[in-house]
């Protein structure tokens, strides 16, 4: 996949181009949906697959005061876009300036114009724009002028519920890692570096990795069955996520215990994939009362983890 990072890059380099925008936080099943459909009208015409998104997400930009938590980072988001197999990615750049064009100047400067496109798809319930104002009306009104056709896709879903990075984002929130894999199509995962912390595990026999996690949305706290990726290695494991009640912590940390593991993990990257929630965050009377509650969570988590499949992303 080639990545487009500004509208200089782009002129005349996209030859008949079959489209799709959106801001594809998550990247889950009913964007891989569309994804698919792109590249597949792109064969039937010889042309090329092109999703266009921005960066950073319009939300940062038009209302910053909204607690407002992506799904994925942005490299993370590039990363699995790629892996959907399309030819071209385009991320412009979002900015109040940007976010004053009109629908219809975005669709002949930059789709029709830098892009050159033949063929627009897009969700059932789209609208672009200032205002929203690019709906399916305007776009097959300019695609009669400027040569291009639009395609709409039904809602797309498991039959019960709409695939949607709200719903998403919500049930992650809620600390329902297992309920989000049907519609991410993976299960939730986060990642950065391991950095130093208070090593209050392994004095206690529990050694964590405390992970600088690069992702704004984290489940809620709580204790977690995780599998740990590292360079071409994965581990089960019992991952705290939260403040740590028992040591009036001042911050949230993700930390994850490997079972059966001995090791020096500071300054490598690891990514934990939720695999199933535990318990809530306690806070304890004591060391003791701690301790006996991570051993019986590691008990718990060696159970729920001895039959789980983890679920990465794949082109269905």
């Known amino acids: 996949m080639i990545i487009y990072r500004n509208r200089k890059e782009l002129s005349g380099r996209i030859r008949d181009a079959v489209v799709t925008v959106g801001n594809f936080d998550g990247v889950h099943r009913g964007h891989r949906e569309i994804f698919r459909r792109v590249r597949s009208v792109a064969a039937e015409l010889g042309g090329s697959s092109v999703v266009v998104t921005f960066v950073p997400h319009?939300?940062?930009?038009?209302?910053p005061e909204r607690d407002f938590r992506l799904i994925t980072t942005y490299?993370?988001?590039?990363?699995?876009?790629?892996?959907?197999g399309v030819d071209y990615l385009v991320t412009l750049p979002f900015t109040r300036e940007f976010a004053a064009i009109s629908a219809e100047r975005f669709v002949r400067e930059i789709l029709a114009g830098d892009i050159a496109m033949k063929r627009f798809i897009i969700g059932y319930d789209y609208a672009f724009g200032?205002?929203?104002e690019g709906d399916v009306h305007l776009l097959r009104r300019l695609g009669a002028e400027l040569g291009?056709?639009?395609?709409?896709?039904?809602q797309i879903g498991d039959g019960k519920t709409g695939f949607s990075s709200s719903t998403i984002r919500?049930?992650?929130?809620?600390?329902?890692?297992?309920?989000?894999v049907p519609l991410l199509g993976r299960h939730f995962s986060v990642g950065g570096l391991v950095v130093h912390g208070f090593h209050r595990g392994r004095g206690i026999g529990f050694p964590t990795a405390n992970i600088q996690v690069e992702e704004e949305l984290l489940p809620l706290p709580g204790v977690y069955a995780v599998r740990v990726e590292g360079d071409g290695w994965l581990r089960d494991g019992a991952c705290n996520v939260g403040d740590n009640p028992t040591f009036h912590?001042?911050?949230?940390?993700?930390?994850a215990h490997l079972l059966d593991f001995e090791g020096d993990l500071y300054g490598k990257r690891l990514r934990v994939h939720?695999?199933?929630?535990?318990?809530d965050e306690e806070e304890f009377q004591d060391i003791r009362a701690l301790t006996e509650a991570i051993r019986g969570d590691v008990a718990r988590c060696r159970d729920v983890l001895r039959d789980a499949v983890l679920a990465f992303y794949h082109d269905e």
């Open 170 to 180: 919500e049930r992650i929130s809620q600390g329902d890692v297992r309920g989000v």
């Open 75 to 84: 490299t993370e988001k590039e990363r699995l876009i790629g892996e959907s």
């Open 274 to 279: 939720f695999i199933d929630r535990i318990r």
């Open 148 to 154: 291009f056709d639009v395609d709409v896709l039904d």
């Open 249 to 255: 912590a001042a911050k949230v940390t993700v930390e």
């Open 130 to 132: 200032r205002n929203r």
């Open 58 to 63: 319009p939300l940062k930009v038009l209302a």
